[in-house]
């Protein structure tokens, strides 16, 4: 499911060395403080390992939530805009000089990490910062739908209740970068540097993509076969000695079309991906959710054939989802055992967290080898009908159906009470850095990890 995408760092600013204001001499202190609190906080992220980083994303979202207040409130008073409540002058002393750390861009050399790109202007930080906060959305997204691929599913109402919190945390990712693609169309003078930054010019692309994921849950919701896969596969499962699995009956027609337009939306973000030059993990996860939702589309097209009563149809439509999805339709021999071994290795990432790399075909594939197993037994039966070909069934193919739009995104205002305080005078804050370390120092520390297969600090051995 959601991408799990790795959060940039940014060298340290001091906003008051570059800004001033006489109607509030507060603001840019009180500005720089609450960077200081999100770069730390990035980094901190940034040091943990993979487990143990979801837990600090609450913290995250509240320290770039903190921030974007004072931001916007700085570009409205340097832009000369009117600021609701009172008048807000900000001066621009001279240019901000920024540098963030991109994590979407294609390194040059494989599996180096990327150096922090320099930008100019005000505008460059408040897109870093909102494309953050689009990035630390989607992974909200994806530790609220984790509860689903536990090796114990949870009851219905838990997974409702997850599935409608990643839902909301995905539509505010759209939001997010759909306003960063408009404001920078309304913006002018952007410097070449945030201009050759391929990441912030992929929000429209990241805005389907998370699109698509959303309508993917609203379909999640209601899909019954996914929780059957995870207690088939759960060795602390003992319903099958009491009853078979209940399986209520699904709007199947409805959930194919919304899995169609997913897959429309999957297919734009994946045609702009490709005009950037973005890492290759992306691209990769793109093109995997697009044969997703089209490959879950044409299940449940089978779904309501087999509720029809057209059993061969029904194995058709299967057929035609295992072929989108690339994987073999009767594996024997060596073929099986692979698939069992990576399924069980798929297992072992679920527990740990690390899941969805391939966008839940994986999963998508183990349904459709449940169905098809039962389809083809009750076929061969009872029913007896002969399955079309897939070429037919692909001709006629309805259109898709949208059930989630973009939401649109206002930056955050400060309240009266918070935007008074900041007429008093200012205090120049600490930027985070103590002991006398430079950020410099900091960014030579990070990037100076040895040659290949070496620890840290053992380079001089080799």
């Not at 800004?19 to 509030?24: A, D, G, K």
């Not at 691209?283 to 299940?299: E, K, P």
């Not at 990037?447 to 297969?453: A, E, N, T, V, W």
Request: glycine share 8%; aromatic share 6%.
């Amino acid at each position: 499911m959601p991408y799990r995408f790795d959060l940039p760092t940014t060298s340290a600013l001091d906003l008051h060395s570059y800004l001033t204001s006489t109607t509030h001499p507060s603001l840019p202190s009180t500005a720089s403080s609450r960077r200081t609190v999100l770069r730390l906080a990035l980094k901190a992220y940034k040091r943990l390992p993979a487990v143990h980083q979801p837990p600090q994303l609450a913290h995250i979202l509240d320290a770039l939530t903190e921030y974007l207040p004072y931001l916007n409130l700085l570009l409205l008073g340097s832009n000369g805009d009117e600021v609701p409540g009172e008048a807000v002058q900000v001066t621009c002393n001279q240019e901000i000089v920024v540098e963030w750390r991109p994590v979407l861009s294609k390194p040059a050399v494989p599996r180096v990490e990327l150096a922090r790109v320099k930008g100019r202007g005000l505008q460059y930080e408040i897109e870093f910062v909102l494309h953050t906060l689009g990035m630390t959305y989607v992974l909200l997204a994806r530790q609220q739908l984790q509860v689903l691929y536990s090796a114990s599913p949870p009851p219905p109402v838990e997974r409702e209740q997850a599935v409608k919190n990643a839902t909301k945390s995905l539509l505010q990712a759209v939001g997010v970068w759909t306003f960063i693609e408009a404001q920078s169309h309304l913006q002018r003078g952007l410097s070449a540097e945030s201009e050759r930054i391929a990441e912030l010019r992929a929000a429209p692309a990241l805005a389907n993509m998370a699109l698509a994921e959303a309508n993917l849950c609203a379909v999640l919701k209601d899909d019954p076969y996914p929780s059957v896969v995870a207690r088939e596969r759960s060795k602390e499962d003992r319903d099958w000695m009491i009853m078979g699995q209940q399986i209520p009956r699904v709007r199947a027609a409805i959930a194919a079309r919304i899995c169609r337009h997913a897959g429309e939306l999957a297919g734009r973000a994946s045609a702009s991906l490709a005009e950037l030059k973005l890492e290759d993990g992306v691209g990769r996860y793109v093109d995997d959710l697009g044969r997703l939702c089209r490959a879950r589309a044409f299940r449940f097209w089978g779904i309501d054939a087999e509720m029809r009563g057209v059993t061969g149809e029904a194995i058709a439509w299967l057929r035609a989802a295992r072929r989108e999805l690339g994987g073999a339709e009767n594996p024997k021999g060596l073929e099986k055992l692979k698939r069992g071994w990576r399924e069980k290795n798929d297992d072992r990432k679920s527990e740990k967290g690390d899941w969805g790399w391939d966008a839940g075909k994986a999963e998508e594939g183990r349904i459709l080898d449940l169905l098809e197993e039962k389809w083809i037994k009750l076929n061969d039966t009872v029913n007896t009908q002969r399955v079309p070909g897939i070429e037919s069934l692909l001709a006629n193919l309805p259109t898709g159906m949208s059930v989630h739009k973009a939401q649109s995104y206002a930056m955050p205002n400060l309240d009266d009470k918070e935007l008074s305080r900041m007429q008093a005078p200012g205090e120049i804050p600490s930027n985070g850095i103590a002991d006398g370390e430079s950020d410099s120092e900091d960014e030579a520390r990070e990037l100076d990890k040895g040659p290949p297969g070496t620890f840290p600090g053992n380079d001089g051995y080799y």
